[in-house]
């Protein structure tokens, strides 16, 4: 099918329509639950990106070569990949709120369990647990988007997307610091501490969101499969923005033994610190979801994915320059951010009964691109060292870039059937 198609008809038919004939009516959005959410996005999903800037002390720690410890981000994207597959679908189908405070509530035990492992491979169980359930803040992205009105959603989604972005980044300057001066277990105890006071917050904060649709599980996965099927636009969007991530987190999960080598012979924590110039680039997502609502989102995705494969190039030839690799940082995650808040405003206009399982497919080609990303990144690193992972991630960027241009032209109606 095309997307056109309509959300009630074909193998999506029986469980993407609301029931009952008339929509629940949901409560406004104020700017405070607004932030909140935002906080809950970037928090969350900071937590599969704390072992990054670490890899070289938990490398120390477990007396493990470089190989062995990049397992750890490994199965954490692997687990965020199986959990947005597994979890983030029952939005659709169960009372938000509780179901965001109740997987917050999970997150902050798999963190303990991370920070008391005492051998890699139980981190790396930990760790698998950690990336599932961080998928919680992809729960909170679809009820924003649910929630806002129709002629604010770009502008909510980023938002919400730009403090979800900003615990990406935060997370690997927090964790740098913490690990080099601390520990690595302190870094993920403060976490889990900080994780079960955010569940408390939410508790009492958000407001309820009640489902559209009754389904069972089993029907709610299969309905996944449907909805890839129905949409070209989810497909094109997953696989763009999945190569643009691999090529991202190539990047991020390799810049630490990168800085340890001459020229600089640096710690995590400046690996880490590196990641706080990144937040130049989240101004970019409000800036691209009001730009989305204006329904500019396809020259923002091959801008982004431009902008992405120019970083790259910064990072080679600047390979020397401490200022050159942060004005490429800047640049990568200006243009991936505003790809992604583009290509999630395409996504979400798809189907309104649908938003948290269109998210989920999006969001796991996402992260698989990221997951494969982090094993060849690893791979390109170990065999032709900064070459190879500015290469990879190049060729990635690249990819994207022309699957996006050589694609047709959506028009609005079939891209933006609203509420």
């Not at 303990?112 to 491979?121: D, E, G, T, V």
């Not at 990641?275 to 800036?287: C, F, H, S």
Request: glycine share 12%.
């Amino acid at each position: 099918m095309s997307d056109n198609a309509s959300s009630t008809t074909g193998n999506t038919g029986a469980i993407t329509g609301m029931t009952g004939g008339t929509r629940p009516r949901q409560p406004e959005l104020g700017a405070g639950v607004v932030i909140l959410m935002a906080v809950a996005a970037g928090l969350c999903v900071a937590s599969i990106y704390y072992n990054q800037p670490m890899l070289g002390i938990l490398a120390k720690s477990f007396q493990a070569g470089p190989g062995e410890v990049s397992l750890i981000p490994i199965v954490t994207q692997v687990g965020y990949a199986a959990g947005l597959l597994l979890l983030s679908p029952l939005g659709d189908r169960y009372e938000r709120r509780g179901l965001i405070v109740w997987t917050t509530a999970a997150l902050t035990l798999a963190l303990a369990a991370a920070a008391l492992a005492p051998s890699i491979a139980l981190l790396a169980a930990a760790s698998l647990a950690v990336g599932v359930l961080a998928t919680v803040a992809q729960q909170v992205v679809p009820m924003a988007a649910q929630l806002a009105p129709d002629n604010q959603k770009g502008r909510v989604v980023g938002l919400v997307m730009a403090g979800l972005l900003t615990g990406i980044l935060l997370s690997r300057t927090v964790s740098g610091v913490v690990s080099e001066y601390g520990s690595w277990r302190l870094m993920f105890g403060l976490a889990s501490v900080s994780t079960a006071a955010l569940a408390a917050l939410l508790a009492v904060r958000l407001p309820r969101v009640e489902p559209l649709i009754k389904v069972s599980y089993p029907g709610l996965l299969l309905s996944l499969v449907g909805l890839l099927r129905q949409h070209a636009t989810l497909r094109r969007a997953g696989l763009v923005q999945g190569l643009l991530f691999a090529g991202f987190v190539s990047f991020w999960s390799s810049l630490a033994f990168f800085l340890e080598q001459p020229p600089f012979r640096m710690g995590s924590s400046v690996a880490g610190a590196l990641g706080v110039v990144g937040i130049v680039g989240v101004m970019v997502a409000p800036l691209a979801g009001r730009f989305a609502d204006k329904g500019g989102k396809r020259r923002i995705i091959l801008l982004g994915a431009a902008s992405v494969a120019a970083s790259f190039a910064l990072f080679w030839l600047g390979r020397e320059s401490m200022a050159v690799l942060i004005a490429g940082i800047v640049l990568m995650d200006a243009g991936l951010q505003a790809a992604m808040i583009s290509n999630q405003a395409q996504v979400f206009g798809l189907d309104a009964s649908a938003r948290s399982r269109l998210n989920t497919v999006f969001m796991t080609i996402m992260f698989t691109g990221g997951a494969i990303g982090t094993a060849l990144g690893a791979q390109a690193y170990s065999l032709f060292g900064w070459a190879g992972v500015c290469g990879f991630g190049a060729g990635c960027s690249l990819a994207g870039f022309a699957i996006q241009f050589l694609s047709p032209a959506t028009p609005s109606a079939q891209t933006a059937q609203a509420d």
